[in-house]
């Protein structure tokens, strides 16, 4: 079953020139062993703007994810997580 978050949960990220090389959600750290995917949204400049980097990241430990960097508010979460 695959989790998903709206928002999702406000994560401690460690970044490269590459990307995120290591999250730390709910007490425990994850190494990221492969980036599999990144893109950017910027939207809504004329309302509710979003600008968000997305990475689709699978880690040593085997889970596949979807962080985001919320560059407006220098924030990183956690939004989904596959089975």
């Known amino acids: 079953m695959t989790h998903s978050w709206t928002v999702g949960p406000e994560?401690?990220?460690?970044?490269?020139?590459?990307g995120p090389?290591?999250?730390t959600w709910a007490g425990q750290t994850h190494r990221v062993a492969t980036l599999c995917n990144a893109?950017?949204?910027?939207?809504?400049?004329?309302?509710?703007?979003?600008?968000?980097?997305?990475?689709k990241v699978q880690t040593e430990?085997?889970?596949l994810c979807v962080l985001y960097h919320d560059l407006l508010r220098e924030r990183w979460h956690l939004?989904?997580?596959?089975?």
């Open 39 to 55: 893109w950017r949204v910027h939207t809504g400049w004329w309302q509710q703007e979003v600008w968000r980097d997305y990475y």
């Open 79 to 83: 939004v989904s997580i596959y089975d």
């Open 11 to 18: 994560i401690t990220v460690s970044v490269d020139d590459e």
């Open 61 to 63: 430990d085997g889970l």
């Open 21 to 23: 090389w290591t999250f």
